[in-house]
């Protein structure tokens, strides 16, 4: 496989800085205090209403604005500030507030009743009593277990930021002193809007501006309008259909068992327009090899569950069940085969590179070295902080699975097991993705170890699959901590944003989420993404846990489960693999077509495809070479308008809902 032009433009090098300064000041806590108040919430909304995820561009809304903002007030801002502020915004957008709606839902779900999971839910994850749910208030003392385990691992997993994490980035980039390729990408954009702090107008705030009004368009039209019209008239006005326009029923005799969705979400659009050319193209091969594929796996009795008449969410689930729910799990091992080929391919490389330069023997004693400049903490801390956060998950998740759960149905979980995943696995695997991440830009992925342990392990009931198991991947933490090194940001500035940060993530998450359902029930016609998507997914993360089920013998994972199915998924993507590779094919695109053998929607890629060929044909036309910097801010901008729109749509639906004003239609 080559590396395409595209993944070149992603690999800018850059080296740290000999100064390092401290990061947080009252500009990026007021800063992230507002991703935290206003763009977390906006977020959440959106992706209830229409699907929508605007993480990255939260934090993009809130550096440019705080970079506008010091413009005009005459200071100058540095990169550890911009790359604290990041580091806020991502934290805060990641705790979101979503996970407690959807476990009210996942509690109720009609297919997980269907499962007989329900009664096997543990009280300490999401009560079950119906009288409980009715009252859909977070403030009740059945309540009270989970929030309360769901904050301390929260607390927990921050802190553990710190351990593993810190120890692998000082072993791969200060002792084997490895490039991480992908480092250099946020490390520059956050130099680039520092240095732009100072000037008075720069093309950055055009684009930005553009994207946003854009967004505020059509957010207004897309979110506003069913939102405010459903708070209204008791009914949602929808000029757009939300989330995708349904032409199953037209097409399915000529598509057997095919779902055919079209979407009109502008932001797909913008979505295809950032994302790299060769990976969307390799997503369309995937609409196309599920359009011929499904069909004659209907005609050879594979895909027995369709039926004329299934709307394309029970065509999805049915197809689901009956063939790729294993095919999907062949997909995943051969992922990460090919991601071990490439990663091995690389290491060779490099020894080679070594060794023609006559590079001498890495030396260990920098692992130990502790640089006061930089504020790092000694390595033997981070040690420490790895033993005592696994020590914790492993006596919590024994504790709450074997004691904490009711009877239980057969031999408890082995202890064994959970050691092997803190003091074993994890590590291992955290080592081997981290080297990847630093050699190839890419992280390693093992698919199923989880979910065959625990149905090898003889344990009986569900509250396992829900418990906080030591099984990590610190690799993402090991980038985190690179990217801080080249900004020039003192590692104790991450240690100031956790203190900050965290207790706006229990508060805000659970009070936000406490608003929403308070409101009304979730999903429901107020939430059309929701009320679509959410018993599908519901279906899907089931399906697994029925495998440990007293009565798994007849469980619906064991009917799922084909090793056929399996190996004709593992075997497919190789093979494809093997032709790609061999015809030396860009690396993005051997990835999208592989992963696009997994059952593609094209409500999804069709927009997507079209943002792509607008961008490369057009746009990159139109700008030149500037182009790759223009579309990042646009996207930018973009999801900035949508996130501003849902959040003042979301307040005028709470003052409509505080004052119960309902307009007869």
């Known amino acids: 496989m080559r590396e395409d032009r595209e993944f070149q433009e992603f690999r800018n090098l850059m080296t740290a800085p000999d100064r390092f300064e401290d990061g947080v000041n009252w500009g990026t806590v007021l800063m992230g205090l507002f991703v935290g108040l206003v763009m977390a919430p906006a977020n959440v909304y959106m992706n209830l209403v229409a699907g929508l995820h605007m993480g990255g561009a939260a934090k993009w809304v809130t550096v440019l604005l705080y970079v506008e903002i010091a413009r005009r007030a005459l200071v100058k801002l540095k990169r550890p500030q911009i790359f604290v502020l990041f580091y806020m915004c991502g934290a805060a957008m990641a705790a979101g507030g979503q996970d407690w709606l959807w476990r009210q839902f996942f509690a109720q779900s009609e297919e997980i009743r269907k499962m007989g999971l329900t009664d096997y839910l543990p009280a300490w994850f999401v009560p ?22 769901g904050a301390l691992m929260m607390l927990i997993s921050r802190i553990d930021h710190f351990g593993l994490g810190y120890v692998m980035y000082r072993l791969t980039a200060d002792v084997e002193q490895l490039p991480f390729p992908m480092a250099p990408v946020g490390a520059a954009g956050m130099t680039a809007l520092a240095d732009s702090s100072n000037e008075r107008e720069t093309w950055r705030t055009r684009v930005f501006s553009i994207g946003g009004a854009l967004g505020i368009f059509f957010g207004l039209v897309y979110i506003a309008l069913p939102s405010v019209t459903a708070a209204m008239l008791g009914k949602p006005l929808r000029i757009i259909p939300i989330p995708f326009v349904d032409f199953t029923h037209y097409t399915e005799r000529l598509l057997p068992a095919m779902p055919i969705m079209l979407s009109f979400d502008l932001g797909l659009v913008v979505t295809g327009m950032v994302m790299p050319f060769m990976a969307v193209l390799g997503s369309l091969f995937g609409v196309v090899f599920t359009m011929v594929v499904n069909p004659l796996l209907q005609r050879a009795g594979v895909l027995s569950g369709w039926e004329p008449g299934l709307n394309a969410m029970e065509v999805v689930r049915s197809n689901h069940f009956d063939f790729y729910f294993s095919f999907h799990l062949g997909l995943m091992f051969a992922v990460a085969v090919i991601g071990f080929l490439h990663m091995y391919g690389k290491l060779k490389q490099q020894k080679r590179e070594a060794d023609a330069l006559g590079a001498t023997r890495i030396q260990w004693r920098r692992l130990w070295e502790r640089r006061r400049e930089r504020g790092e903490i000694p390595v033997w801390v981070g040690i420490v902080i790895y033993l005592a956060s696994t020590c914790t998950y492993i006596g919590l998740a024994y504790y709450l699975v074997n004691y904490g759960s009711g009877p239980l149905a057969g031999d408890p979980f082995p202890l064994w097991l959970l050691l092997f995943y803190g003091f074993v696995w994890t590590p291992f695997v955290s080592y081997m993705s981290a080297r990847m991440e630093g050699l190839v830009g890419m992280q390693l992925s093992i698919p199923f ?50 203190i900050i940060t965290y207790p706006l993530m229990i508060l805000g998450t659970l009070l936000f989420a406490q608003f929403i359902w308070s409101m009304g029930p979730v999903p429901s016609e107020m939430y059309p993404y ?30 799922a489960f084909r090793f056929d199915y399996i190996g004709a998924g593992f075997g497919s993507a190789l093979g494809l693999y093997g032709i790609l590779a061999r015809f030396n094919l860009p690396v993005f695109l051997v990835y999208g077509l592989v992963r696009g053998l997994d059952q593609s929607l094209p409500h999804a890629i069709l927009p997507t495809i079209i943002g792509a060929l607008l961008g490369r044909y057009g746009c990159r036309k139109w700008f030149g070479d500037k182009w790759p910097q223009y579309r990042i801010v646009f996207a930018a901008g973009f999801g900035a308008g949508m996130g501003l729109i849902s959040m003042l749509a979301l307040g005028v639906v709470f003052m409509l809902k505080s004052v119960n004003v309902v307009l007869p239609l």
């Open 530 to 559: 929701a009320n679509e998507f959410w018993e599908l997914n519901a279906y899907q993360s089931g399906l697994m846990a029925t495998a440990t089920l007293p009565d798994a013998g007849i469980s619906p994972f064991r009917e």
């Open 449 to 498: 170890v989880r979910e065959a342990t625990f149905i090898l392990s003889g344990y009986k009931g569900a509250a396992i699959w829900y418990a906080p198991i030591p099984l990590h991947n610190y690799a993402g933490q090991v980038l985190e901590f690179r990217t801080m090194e080249l900004t020039g940001t003192k590692f104790t500035s991450l240690i100031k944003a956790e």
């Open 128 to 149: 079950t009593d119906p009288a409980v749910l009715a009252r859909r208030n977070f403030f009740m003392v059945a309540w009270l277990w989970p929030i309360g385990i």
